[in-house]
């Protein structure tokens, strides 16, 4: 924690939302928190997985998969896909087992090998699914990327992962990569779902290579330990981090499906996340396959009404989603939701950023159920902390950690060791004990930024927090400078180096502004060259320049124009600084500033896109 960090936000208390197990539609997994915790252990856990025939190891692939066909489920329909336009297709767990395994014969016909970084962007559409489930048979690591990222963050990525496969769709091929292929020597395979027509050049038509392809194939021997995925995340400074999971992570897919989001055998389960993202992943495709139930893919992006058609058509048991969509449905108000019958309805969450008290209680005016907030983060590969069906929500709060998992508030001393703070109400970093089996593995090629984030056996999260008289936890706010938009999190380094590659800008800054819907927006401040005069004309070419670049979800909605930045004697951007000055709060401790920027700015500050 630093001494300049804006006070947080405490949030207003409201009365617990209780409840009665009795009451509950189905009784829930976790009924005895305390017993289910002291009785748990990640080893007795691991009888929840099949294992590879034969002793082989372990897989994602087969436990999302394949082990359902010898137990019972081959006919059960495992994706329920919702097209864009209303079309409809589903694919039982035969059918994607089939699928899956062309797809891994075909990266095997194309020489690739295990261990190879398999990278795949395109909206959710059936083939996202197949081609990240059959990459992880095929033993490769499996990278999905947003599709609405710029070409930027396309190439630091693939760069930094070394990307030697992409699959994607021939518009987002023509749109964004086929620039990049000179700068990517070592992607050496482009699949393209959906191409029809003349073949695009220096690419394979999915119907070629892998619906062509043979639909039997025997997973290898897979070590626990090996990399299975690879997601990027955001720090503060330098390049996005790739954070390694391995195949051994789906214990915690499987744990959490259970306890977290309650799922039992019958439920048609929807987590709206798009893959690109962790969420998405973890529990859009692996939890919810693991644990063998219905999961519903939409791929329309966000519209309440459509969204509530998906609930009552579909009969959504179990909906996991995100506070930026339940503040947009709560805009709508509860008449929005009247219409329809969404009494299939029988749990709720929501993760990736603050929930609101409000949004906690309003979930019970509109759907007769509370939201369930959980927390987590890209390094914890799956949830960590948690509401649970069966314990009284306290509105505002995180929950409790999962059985398996120790949390605590912690303190990093100056000599680098950490102390506990075991009052409760205090502030302090969030920490989890390690190890745990989602736990990442590394940052690929960053060890020392890896290493930094661990310290006396302590997991250190980077985020604020307390922890109240009854173990529930609150989030109080990031320890560092990255942004939380709409649930993504953006790194506001990668944001400044798109601009800074403008002509016309000398220094940039970029801060997370609060915004009552998205949580922040991505708002730079600018110094420009000599030379270059501050103008709307040329705010609205920067603004066009960073969105080519970065994509809409990660450019910045503002840009304000000084005439210099507030820096530290070593160089630095005072983000902070930036920040509490727009915000109007205290500046904190200037003692490094070294040079303040002029407050005044040229064009009528404040301006927005
Ligand atoms: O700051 C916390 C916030 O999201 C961060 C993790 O983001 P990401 O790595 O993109 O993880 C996605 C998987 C959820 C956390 O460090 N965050 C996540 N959940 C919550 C949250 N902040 C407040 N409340 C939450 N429930």
């Known amino acids: 924690m630093t001494a300049d960090m804006p006070p947080s936000e405490v949030r207003p208390a409201r009365d617990p939302v209780r409840k009665n197990i009795a009451l ?24 929840l997985l099949d294992g590879l025939p034969g002793g082989q190891g372990l897989n994602m692939a087969h436990e ?8 019972g489920r081959a006919h059960k329909v495992a994706l329920r896909w919702v097209g864009k336009d209303g079309d409809r297709r589903e694919l039982s767990f035969r059918d994607l087992s089939e699928e899956t395994n062309r797809f891994a014969n075909a990266l095997a016909s194309l020489g690739v090998q295990p261990g190879e970084r398999v990278f795949v962007m395109m909206g959710r559409q059936p083939e996202l699914y197949v081609a990240v489930l059959g990459a992880l ?17 396309i190439a630091t990525r693939a760069e930094v992962a070394d990307a030697r496969v ?33 073949a695009i050049p220096a690419t394979y038509r999915w119907d070629d290579v892998v619906a062509a392809a043979s639909p039997a194939y025997t997973i290898g021997p897979t070590d ?9 995340t955001s720090g503060t400074t330098g390049r996005p981090k790739g954070a390694v999971h391995v195949h051994a992570a789906v214990l915690a897919h499987r744990v959490t499906g259970i306890h977290a989001l309650d799922l039992h055998d019958d439920d048609v389960f929807w987590c709206t996340a798009d893959p690109g993202w962790i969420t998405g992943t973890s529990y859009g495709i ?12 939409v791929e329309a992006e966000f519209d309440a009404q459509a969204w509530y058609s998906v609930l009552e058509r579909e009969k959504v048991t179990v909906w996991y989603t995100a506070p930026t969509a339940i503040r947009m449905m709560m805009k709508l108000g509860v008449q929005a939701v009247q219409p329809y019958d969404l009494s299939a309805l029988r749990f709720a969450a929501s993760v990736g950023e603050p929930l609101n008290p409000e949004a906690v209680v309003w979930g019970l005016d509109a759907f007769g159920l509370p939201f369930h907030d959980n927390w987590w983060q890209t390094e914890t590969g799956g949830i960590m902390i948690s509401n649970f069906a069966a314990m009284d929500i306290k509105p505002g709060s995180m929950g409790k950690p999962l059985p398996g998992i120790t949390a605590a508030i912690v303190r990093r001393r100056d000599d680098g060791h950490i102390e506990t703070i075991d009052e409760p109400m205090v502030d302090g970093e969030l920490a989890l004990r390690t190890p745990w089996p989602s736990m990442m593995r590394g940052y690929l090629h960053e060890q020392e930024r890896y290493a930094k984030c661990f310290a006396d056996g302590w997991y250190l999260t980077g985020d604020l927090a307390r922890r109240d008289v009854d173990g529930y936890y609150w989030f109080v706010g990031r320890a560092d400078d990255v942004i939380k938009s709409a649930g993504h999190l953006i790194g506001p380094f990668e944001v400044e180096s798109a601009l800074m590659e403008h002509a016309a800008v000398a220094e940039v800054g970029v801060i997370g502004k609060p915004d009552p819907i998205v949580g922040e927006v991505v708002k730079a401040f600018v110094a420009l060259k000599p030379g270059y005069e501050a103008s709307e ?8 320049h960073a969105r080519k670049q970065l994509g809409a979800a990660v450019a910045p909605k503002e840009i304000e124009f ?37 407050k005044t700015s040229p064009v009528s500050p404040g301006a927005t896109s």
């Open 537 to 544: 004309a040329l705010r609205r070419e920067l603004l066009g």
């Open 286 to 297: 692996l939890a919810p396959l693991c644990s063998g139930v219905t999961s519903v893919v």
């Open 24 to 47: 509950l539609a189905v009784p829930p997994n976790l009924r005895d928190y305390d017993a289910t915790c002291a009785g748990f252990s990640w080893e007795a856990a691991g009888s």
């Open 137 to 153: 048979k095929a033993r490769c690591v499996v990278t999905p990327l947003f599709s609405q990222f710029g070409p930027e963050p």
């Open 562 to 598: 000084r005439i210099n930045l507030p820096r530290t004697r070593s160089g630095k951007i005072m983000r902070r600084l930036l920040k509490a000055r727009e915000l109007g709060l205290p500046e904190g401790d200037l003692s490094t500033l070294e040079s303040d920027e002029v």
């Open 166 to 198: 992409l699959v994607t769709t021939p518009e987002l091929y023509q749109r964004k990569i086929q620039g990049l292929r000179a700068r990517l020597p070592g992607l050496q395979h482009v699949i393209l779902a959906g191409a029809q027509g003349a």
């Open 224 to 232: 626990p330990e090996s990399m299975a995925l690879l997601h990027f």
């Open 64 to 71: 999302a998969v394949d082990r359902h066909l010898h137990e």
